[in-house]
């Protein structure tokens, strides 16, 4: 189910980070996020990650110097995986809570890893969608044949997908540097903020001023 739906523009963009508005920088640049409580948009197809960049959708018209992207978010994968579960103490059994700053956390994380694979693809051209089927079965193959050259694979970096790898190393880089920033509201822009507010109900004013990271 569709829950909610962000568009950023070129102005956005440059607000997450200058690299984003500098790719393809003559274009005009169009992000839609869509933000789905589970996996049930048939978009998602089979896919158990956080979030999809759907690759058919990211564009580079060059006659209109257009590019335009479009990218799923879950956010219940991600409440989940914010939630600090129960444990136990003895006998005694620690009650488990929400972590909303945490949640924004990820939200943030995922949104910018999306945005770098779109990136990814203003900077490729039309032929993204092809590049990343033919990384993707690739990279299976070169992790295949370098587990069992080295089955405890800790020389097998090089035969990780390129794309995922690069957008891992830019968002782990990115939300290194502005986890306070994100804390204190600065980013609530390319997120779902009314819908994140509700998912957290027992909390009063929830994400009305900053808050530490609880993880």
């Known amino acids: 189910m569709e829950l909610d739906t962000i568009t950023l523009s070129d102005g956005d963009l440059a607000r997450i980070d200058p690299y984003f ?3 393809r920088q003559d274009y005009t640049k169009k992000v839609t ?12 197809k089979d896919s158990v990650a956080d979030g999809l960049t ?26 989940n995986t914010s939630y600090n579960p129960a444990a136990r103490s003895g006998n005694r059994v620690i009650p488990g809570n ?9 939200v943030a994380e995922v949104i910018v890893h999306e945005i770098a694979h779109i ?25 295949k044949d370098c587990l069992e050259m080295f089955p405890g694979g800790s020389n097998c970096a090089l035969s990780k997908n390129m794309f995922e ?7 782990s ?7 306070d920033e994100v804390h204190t509201g600065k980013f ?27 993880h």
Request: net charge positive; hydrophobic share 40%; charged share 25%.
């Open 54 to 79: 759907l690759p058919k959708l990211v564009t580079v018209d060059d006659a209109t110097k257009t590019c335009l992207g479009t990218s799923l978010v879950d956010l219940l994968k991600l409440q």
């Open 165 to 171: 790898t690069g957008a891992y190393d830019f968002d």
């Open 173 to 179: 880089r990115w939300t290194k540097a502005h986890r």
């Open 98 to 106: 929400p972590q909303p700053f945490y949640f924004r956390l990820l």
């Open 21 to 23: 508005a500098a790719v």
């Open 119 to 143: 990136c990814q693809g203003w900077q490729t051209g039309s032929n993204f969608d092809a590049l990343i089927r033919e990384e993707r079965l690739s990279s299976a193959q070169r992790l």
């Open 188 to 214: 609530d822009f390319m997120m779902p903020m009314s819908k994140m507010r509700s998912l957290f109900p027992s909390i009063k004013n929830v994400y009305r001023g900053s808050g530490p990271a609880k």
């Open 33 to 44: 996020l869509v933000f789905t409580m589970g996996k049930s948009d048939p978009r998602w």
